[in-house]
């Protein structure tokens, strides 16, 4: 350590209750930005997760242009082998097909505009966690199939006042242009939490939905679950650049859950904008803190200055000093608010934050009543490194005011 890091911190603790207010404030920012951050990032995963497993999957295939248009025309056409191609491929843990049609929904003299979607019961159980929000009835693996069973969301099971057991009339239109209609038997209500996913969807077997609407063996969506949403990516390159090489696949697209769910990626910008602001405020509060207690130094300090620069101590080592003591101060601030900050998140990653009383909030995105941060390197890295920037370039102000001194006049000072 050289002569000049010695001074600089034998100067740091010649106030050391100035000292320990300044690091307890650096620390206290790199906690809570650490923390903030994490809790982000583990709502932001919570809601993509329980979005994709209810409905989307982390991939879809699907005809050109059919997400934009969600016409019955558009299929993929012969799903045999686009599945078996989907499945041999590392990190798919899963894949189903589903076909969708919008159709009217009746019970009595009720009637619904509801989005039915037609599901292999055994594979779906594997692709998505319908199977788990059944509350009342059975899933359509357990129904009998002669009775034509439906899975109904809750709002729309009240709105139909519709139970268990219970008929209702489909009427829509086929892939053909036929006029598509039967009676389904209700055979399970399920409540995922989103309203609209409650309110207007149905399921029914493939076979069936298949049968009733023409779809002569199509379907419109391959469903794709990976082993995590880091694996996205890697998953869909391969399954875009193989997809000409299958059968049908020609005029196919790949999505992922970002194309298939605009809205929630909305939504987590706009958060993290919000947050993004949040944490400039917190750190513009630690940098009027670190500008203070270096203004009050160099005021302080302003006769010991002169004194040194009236025996040939050069302005610039005396600047150089100022950002080595600003520069001790925020490394030990950042320091020990890193290793508190990870500490904290960790302790709640693993025992969650309880935010039971504002589950009808969250219920809004499939969220349960206990969100879990997510500790990671950018999460406990981006905070301090931002504070550290923010404190060195504000402790440059302070420390080159030096350079404006004299030494005469700084003797005075008093």
Known sequence: MGMDMKMAWRNVWRNPRRTWLTISAIAFACIILIFMLSFQFGSYETMINSAIQINTGHLQIQADNYFEKKSMRQVVPIPGPVLRAVSQIESVQAVTPRANAFSLVSSGNRTAGAMIIGVDPESEARVSTLETLVRRGEFLTRAKPDTNPALIGRLMAKNLQLDIGDELVVLGQGRDGSVAATVLTVCGIYSSGQDEFDRSTLHMPLD?????????????????????LDRVGPVKRVLSSRLHQIPGGKNLTVLDWEALMPGLTQAIKLDLTIGVVFWGLLVLVVAFSILNTFLMAVFERTREFGVMMAIGTRPGRLVKMMLYESSAMTLVGIGLGIVLGCMVTWIFQHIGIDFSEASDVLQQYGISGRIYPQLSIISALAGPMLVLIVTFAVSLYPALKIKGLKPVEAMSHV
């Not at 298949?210 to 969506?221: K, L, T």
């Open 208 to 228: 069936i939905f298949q049968e009733v609407y023409s779809m002569r063996g199509a379907v419109h969506e391959i469903v794709v679950q990976v082993s995590g």
